[in-house]
């Protein structure tokens, strides 16, 4: 089931579908990340990714949080640079199912990130919910890179938005890479997941294992660290996406971005498959081309 599915007509819990793990939580400085990656070597080097990756997730007291962490084929220098600029956000952002639009601008306390959140068909802006996120470089320096997205409120009563991305150098030719994920839910957010984890949501997983079938099958997190985790894989994907085009000529790197982050999703079907890969392509070109004809109205990118 996905969130396209019938039986759920309330905005709000439509919402849900697409915000539930749509944020970050706190950050730490280049020693504690380097760290972390030495405590994580063993889990890194052997799991069921078949690849040097890690999610966590947390719920408590009204807060979810979700972390992935993955040693990346890139070198720092490259990376680093890539993702400090709030319009090359938008390029990454825009990969994922549920975002509609991306406008980076500048206001008076600093760069700015105008997202729109839907549902995962194309839909008018009008539908879909805005997000005022502040975006800001927190740290960048030869050996830690921080950068740092909040938005104060979102729909429900939801509150304190963070999307955290930090990255330090292992050697020449590779970077660790850690992205939270974090929010605050109210009494109307928790009443619309509840509703949307019961029903069009009751079937989904995440990735973190919480036991095992009879016949050795491993049982998958679900409920709302599930949703969290499922959207840091897509986020952590478009990043891995967004990276590798770079070397393609510019005119070829949004196909080449949306065919990539399409692929590397579809390598997860159990938690990650939502579309087929036309539909998918199909539904971002025309919201690109949008995103790109309002930029160009606006003069913003």
């Known amino acids: 089931m996905s969130c396209n599915g019938p039986g759920v007509g309330m905005r709000g819990v439509g919402l849900v579908c697409a915000l539930l793990g749509f944020t970050a939580a706190q950050a730490q400085d280049g020693a504690a990340l380097a760290a972390r990656h030495a405590g994580l070597r063993p889990v890194l080097n052997s799991n069921a990714f078949q690849r040097p990756l890690y999610i966590e997730s947390h719920e408590g007291a009204g807060d979810l949080q979700g972390h992935v962490y993955a040693r990346v084929a890139q070198p720092f220098g490259v990376a680093a640079l890539a993702l400090q600029g709030a319009a090359q956000w938008c390029d990454i952002l825009i990969l994922h199912l549920n975002v509609k639009r991306c406008s980076a601008g500048v206001a008076a306390t600093g760069d700015t990130l105008s997202i729109n959140i839907g ?3 194309d839909q008018p802006l009008a539908d879909a919910y805005r997000f005022e996120f ?14 740092v997205l909040g938005a104060a ?6 509150s304190r938005y963070r999307i955290v991305l930090e990255m330090v150098p292992l050697d020449p030719g590779n970077s660790f890479l850690h992205l939270s994920y974090a929010y605050s839910q109210g009494t109307a957010a928790r009443w619309a997941a509840q509703v949307y984890l019961s029903t069009l ?4 997983v995440g990735f973190s294992v919480v036991g095992r079938r009879a016949d050795d099958q491993p049982v998958y997190i679900g409920g709302a660290r599930g949703v969290i985790e499922r959207n840091a894989m897509r986020f952590f994907l478009a990043i891995e996406a967004y990276l590798g085009a770079l070397s393609s000529p510019p005119a070829r790197q949004s196909e080449r ?3 990539d982050w399409f692929t590397a999703v579809e390598r997860y ?4 498959h939502e579309l087929e890969r036309d539909d998918y392509l199909r539904m971002k070109r025309i919201e690109i081309r949008r995103q790109q004809a309002l930029a160009a109205v606006s003069g913003t990118p």
């Open 153 to 158: 409120a979102g729909p429900l009563g939801t």
């Open 134 to 147: 502040r975006h800001e470089v927190v740290q960048s320096q030869p050996g830690y890179l921080r950068v």
């Open 257 to 259: 971005r949306l065919n």
């Open 119 to 121: 549902r995962k068909f």
């Open 201 to 204: 949501g009751r079937a989904k």
């Open 269 to 272: 079907p159990v938690q990650l």
